[in-house]
């Protein structure tokens, strides 16, 4: 009997490769720990730039992404934009102009009024011995003896005479009567006027001292050339207080306007500028801060400034020194009532005048001027005629601009879509 044979089949796993032996190469300590340092590097230098960076958040509002008007200025909103600016400075004009001419107004010249004490000046002119003793300056025309007939007249005579002949202080006054036409309302304001005088002569503008003027300083008269101080120029005199130029040719004619029918009250406080009061002349020690000794008063003064009401905030000084930019112009004096009335009516009244300021060497002219006020300020047409003027050529333009546009223009209404593009 034959024999079977049996085989297992048994099923053999595949060999698995040997694991390697051989480890990663290990990098060194010193290559880790510059690398390391490399990374903290460029981290910080981040942090630092990011601390640098001037750079705004990134919201729209600082980034100017916010949706905004752009308006595409055509010719025809141009037109429209000319002719309102120049309608509305027109009117504007016109209402100045017409507010302007309802202020009344009047001026007296009292340059060569007559001297009413003359025969006070005569005697006066007779105890020289004139005719004998000296001759008169001829490039002075009205200085002859026997034709002082004027204050103005007196005064040229007594500037001309030799350091030899002395003369007693008379003072020359004179009268001017005139007549006011219509009433005007109260408070009017009294101005005295000079023509012909150039306060903006550049030498004559900055020759004063502050620090004297607010008492800081009176012996501060560096800035004052010509006129420092009384004598030599080695700063051994007497100083002048105030110094300068413009505090020596201070107006000081006295004036005052009388009536026969109605009793007139001044008022002559505060007359300067506010801003002048508070910062030029501010001077809070007051009057006992100005020693009579070791000053002179300015060449054509004649009295010294500790005599003088207020001292160095005299309001007239104040007045003086806020110089002006025309050769003609105006200064506050006073303002003028009258008792129990609410205006100045019209009729006959009498300037009476303290004759000091000479303007002959200058051939000036002096006037006086009433005048009364507005919300827009005294009579003055300038500010009103500027806008009429400005309006009419915002007009005269826009006119123009159209008729160029309408008449050469290649633009097509329809080509104002492109404008909006985006590109």
Known sequence: MAT??????????????????????????????????????????????????????GNKWLQQKIPACRPVWMAKHVFVLFMIVGIIFVALGIGFVV???????????????????LPDIVAQL???????????????????????????EY?????????????????????????????????VYLYYSLHNYFQNHRR??????????????LT?????????????????????????VIA??????????????????????????QSDRDTRFQNNN???????????????????????????????????????AFPNFIKLYARLYVEGRGTLPAGNYTLRINYNYPVDAFDGSKHILLSEKSWLGGKNNFLGIAYIIVGVLAIVSAVVLIIIHLKFSRWKESDKDYLHREH
């Open 155 to 187: 005064l040229c005579l007594r500037a001309n005479l030799p350091n030899t002949v002395r003369m007693g202080e008379v003072n020359c006054m004179c009268e001017v009567s005139f007549i006011t036409e219509d009433d005007m309302d109260t408070p």
């Open 248 to 273: 020596n040719s201070m107006f000081n004619d006295t004036l005052n306007i009388t009536s026969n029918t109605y009793a007139l009250r001044w008022d002559r406080a505060d007359i300067s500028w």
């Open 220 to 244: 501060d008269t560096g800035t004052c050339e010509p006129l420092r101080q009384n004598g030599s120029d080695d700063d051994s005199g007497s100083v002048f207080l105030p110094c300068g």
């Open 204 to 217: 004559f503008v900055n020759s004063w001292s502050g620090n004297q003027l607010r008492a800081e300083d």
């Open 286 to 324: 007051g009057r006992e801060t100005i020693p009579e000794s070791n000053n002179v008063q300015p060449k054509n003064w004649q009295t010294n400034i500790s005599a003088i009401e207020n001292s160095l905030q005299n309001e007239d000084l104040i007045v003086w020194f806020r110089v002006s």
């Open 126 to 152: 007779q105890q020289t011995d004139m005719e004998t003793n000296f001759s008169i300056n001829p490039e002075c025309d009205v200085c002859n003896f026997s034709r002082v007939r004027t204050c103005e």
């Open 99 to 117: 507010t302007t001419a309802r202020l009344k107004n009047d001026t007296v010249e009292y340059t060569d009024c007559r001297a009413v004490n």
């Open 4 to 57: 079977q044979a049996s085989f297992t089949i048994r099923q053999v796993a595949p060999e698995q490769p040997e694991a390697s032996t051989t480890e990663p190469p290990v990098e060194p300590a010193e290559g880790q720990a510059t690398k390391r340092k490399s990374v903290r590097n460029k981290r910080s230098k981040d942090k630092e730039e990011k601390k640098k960076s001037r750079k705004p958040p």
